[in-house]
C-alpha cells in the first residue's frame, strides 16, 4: 500500500487566495483526519471524517475553512481566503479501528501564505 | 490544564543510555495511549500504544502506563543518535465527545549525544 498520499508537499500563496488541499487515505480505512501542526500550538485536529461522514468539526478555525470527502478515497480541505496565520503544515491521517492500531498520517502539506 | 502534557525539552541522553520520556492526560475515562517518533520535517510515525496498566515492551521501546496517576510513559533503552526527534503522547481522551479521535501533546525533543 503506498499509505496516506498528500498533494502538494509545498504550497505557497498569496494572502486572500484560495488554497486546496488534497488527501488520498489508506485503502479499506474508514476514518479520516485533518490535523494542522505548528510550533506554537502543536498538532491541532481540525476535522474529521467515518465512512464519508464528518463527525467532528469544532476544531475547523473559522467559516474560511471548508472540508469535504466526496468518497472513500479522497479528501480535500479548502481556506478560502487564505491568510498569512494560516502558514503550517497540514497533515492528513487515516485510520481502521483507531482503538487498537492509532493513525497513519501523510507526508503533509506545507503551506505559506505571504 | 492541557489535556495531554509533556515536557518539550530537549531532554539530551548520550549514546547508550536509558531515554525516559513523560506524559500526563487530564481526563481519567482515557482508553488508548499512543507514542509517535517525528523526525524534523517529517511526518509522525507511530511507535506503540498501549491500553492496559503496567508496561509493554517492543524492542528497545518499553510504554508504561498508570492510569490511577494519569500517566504515561515511553523509555528507550541502548540510546542511538537516530533516536533523536521528538516524540508525541497522544491519547484517545474518555466520554462521548471525545469520539475516536486523537488529542497529542505538544511533543518532547530527544537528542542523543554520540
Known amino acids: 500500500d503506498a499509505g496516506v498520499i498528500q498533494s502538494p508537499r509545498h504550497e505557497v500563496t498569496e494572502m486572500g487566495q484560495e488554497v486546496t488541499l488534497r488527501c488520498k487515505p489508506i485503502s479499506g480505512h474508514d476514518y479520516l483526519f485533518w490535523y494542522r501542526q505548528t510550533m506554537m500550538r502543536g498538532l491541532e485536529l481540525l476535522i474529521y471524517?467515518?465512512?464519508?461522514?464528518?463527525?467532528?468539526d469544532s476544531g475547523m478555525p473559522e467559516d474560511r475553512f471548508s472540508a469535504k470527502m466526496p468518497n472513500a478515497s479522497f479528501s480535500t480541505l479548502k481556506i478560502q481566503p487564505s491568510e498569512p496565520r494560516d502558514s503550517a503544515v497540514y497533515f492528513c491521517?487515516?485510520?481502521?479501528?483507531?482503538?487498537?492500531?492509532?493513525?497513519?498520517f501523510g507526508s503533509g502539506t506545507r503551506l505559506t501564505v505571504v | 490544564q492541557k489535556e495531554v502534557e509533556q515536557n518539550s525539552g530537549p531532554l539530551s541522553v548520550p549514546e547508550g543510555a536509558i531515554a525516559s520520556l513523560n506524559c500526563t492526560y487530564s481526563?481519567?475515562?482515557?482508553?488508548?495511549f499512543f507514542w509517535y517518533r517525528q523526525y524534523s520535517g517529517k511526518s509522525p510515525e507511530l511507535i506503540m500504544f498501549i491500553y492496559s496498566n503496567g508496561d509493554k515492551e517492543d524492542g528497545r521501546f518499553t510504554a508504561q502506563l498508570n492510569k490511577a496517576s494519569q500517566y504515561v510513559s515511553l523509555l528507550i533503552r541502548d540510546s542511538q543518535p537516530s533516536d533523536s526527534a521528538t516524540y508525541l503522547c497522544a491519547v484517545n481522551l474518555g466520554g462521548k465527545s471525545s469520539g475516536d479521535k486523537l488529542t497529542f501533546g505538544t511533543g518532547t525533543r530527544l537528542a542523543v549525544r554520540p
Open positions: 481526563d481519567r475515562g482515557s482508553q488508548s
Open positions: 471524517f467515518n465512512n464519508n461522514v464528518p463527525i467532528d
Open positions: 491521517a487515516s485510520s481502521y479501528k483507531i482503538r487498537a492500531a492509532g493513525y497513519t
